[in-house]
């Protein structure tokens, strides 16, 4: 697929989305949304690509929605809206879930990087990315009060399991614009750095990823941690970790990882997720 409104850039086992309207400090469309799903798809389905990063190009990291339309800007019902495109199609496409169920579900591990601001869904869209790093002169917000409308993207969901219901509220319920060092300490990023460091700290933290983990274990790892974070109790992954552990630790990556540990080299992990998955995965569909 060939993309309008993102590029779609790989370094050995690192891909790089980036956002690519930056004369409109790149808000979202449709079109971009769709593009989305479509790379984090073709990413998960891709055993060279290790990590994902998506950044922004230009000065910002995504405006929110394209409203060019003006007042109309979020009427699908006008024809106008170029945020919502074609609800029969994304249907048809993910049964509605759209990019957010494609980054959630993706079995490669995603990095926000803010090279700017980020509002709206242009915060949302990253919500279920796993590692936030941000510019120190990056600002977020969730604005959606503000212009009558309410938090899309499952971000009302995702920002408590992130921030906490207290942090989300506050910030939903304001619809302020708040800095990168709020940010950090509401837990909504996991570091800041200079402007001109963003993209280097994420290549360097893809290529740690790349590096020095399995992807069977990172894949699985990453759905225990999402999947189980909002669970009542402990119960019912006990259930399942055992079993993945088990499972996995007959196999070739569990021998390699303990043998490079052992000889002090770096691991070649052997495992692909596009065939190598345990049996037990994926376990929410038994």
Partial sequence: MSYRDILYETDGPVLTITLNRP???????????????DAF?????????????VTGAGRGFC?????????????AQSGN?????D???????SGGAGFIGAIYNCRKPSIAAFNGPAVGVGLTLTLPMD??????????????????LVPEAASAWFLPQLVGLSRALKWCLTGRVFNADEALA?????????????LERARALAREIAEETSPIAIALT??????????????????IDGVLAMQLGAGADVKEGVMAFLEKRKPQFPGKVSKDMPARYPWWEA
Wanted: proline share 3%; charged share 25%; no cysteine.
């Fill in 23 to 37: 004369d409109k400090l790149n808000a979202y469309t449709a079109v971009m949304g769709a593009e989305l799903e």
């Fill in 131 to 148: 590692i936030k790093i941000a510019a120190s002169t990056a600002r977020f917000g969730f604005v959606f009060a503000r212009r009558g």
């Fill in 41 to 53: 798809t073709r990413a998960d389905a891709d055993d060279a690509i290790r990590a994902i990063i």
């Fill in 63 to 75: 405006a929110g929605a394209d409203i060019s339309a003006g007042a109309n800007a979020f009427d």
């Fill in 186 to 198: 509401g837990g909504l990023l996991s570091e800041v750095v200079p402007p001109e460091n963003v």
């Fill in 222 to 239: 990453r759905q225990m941690l999402w999947r189980f974070a909002g669970a009542p109790d402990y119960s019912e992954l006990l259930k």
């Fill in 81 to 85: 809206s170029a945020s919502f495109g």
């Fill in 87 to 93: 609800q029969a199609a994304r249907e048809r496409r």
